[in-house]
């Protein structure tokens, strides 16, 4: 069996397969880092890019995708940003709309998986 690294909070590497959750739109000191959501959901996108990158991977690496999101209005937002940030063909996926989030005031989280086939 291949040996776990933990990479950061949230992200393991196993092999080649990375594991990520928890990805938000929160700033280091935990709270919303905006009040809108395409602000939030940006931030989240770059941060998995510099953690995908520090294991090695890239946004192309990604096979499966579950975001969360409070409102039907954001999960159609968030689709044309996941554009910018996922070439064709995108990641599987599977979005939910949800009450609310753990931190009050985030709007979008995100978990997944990476395989790096190189």
Known sequence: MSKKIIIAPNVVKV???IYFGGQTGLGK????????????????YKKLMDLLDVAGATTEDVVYLTTYVTTM???????????KFFKYPPPGRSSVVV???GQPGSLIEFHGVASIDR
Do not use: C, L, W, Y
């Open 15 to 17: 092999g080649n397969t």
């Open 29 to 44: 000191d935990g709270n919303p880092i905006a009040k809108d959501f395409v602000t939030q959901a940006e931030e989240a």
């Open 99 to 101: 009450k609310s989030m």
């Open 73 to 83: 209005e954001d999960h159609d937002t968030n689709m044309t940003i996941r554009e």
